[in-house]
């Protein structure tokens, strides 16, 4: 997953939190960090919202469902079908909570 440059301003706090979300919102897992006041921010931007990790949570629980009914890795949820794909980034984003 890509990474993001580092926000070279290490006084403006507010700066660097703006640009982390950006970041998460453009699909990059993280962001380099040059000075220890721009963790905190940086796990707050790159961290899953709640809405995403229920999701997440419901689309791993139905792909389990689904396999224990012996359909093998897809399964519908809320009228959709999920694969693989999803399922691996839902438990990218399960992790992503945890290690936080």
């Known amino acids: 997953m890509p990474v993001d440059t580092p926000y070279l301003d290490i006084k403006d706090v507010e700066g660097f939190r703006e640009h982390a979300v950006l970041a998460y919102k453009n699909g990059f897992a ?3 960090l040059i000075n220890p006041r721009q963790i905190a921010p940086a796990n707050e931007a ?3 919202d709640e809405e995403k990790v229920e999701l997440s949570r419901r689309v791993v629980d139905a792909v389990n469902e689904a396999n224990k009914e012996g359909v093998s890795g897809v399964a519908m949820l809320d009228g ?3 694969g693989p794909p999803m399922r691996k980034r ?3 984003a399960l992790r992503q909570v945890e290690e936080c």
Do not use: D, I, S
């Open 46 to 48: 790159f961290r899953p």
């Open 80 to 82: 959709t079908m999920v």
């Open 30 to 32: 993280g962001c380099l």
């Open 90 to 92: 839902a438990e990218t």
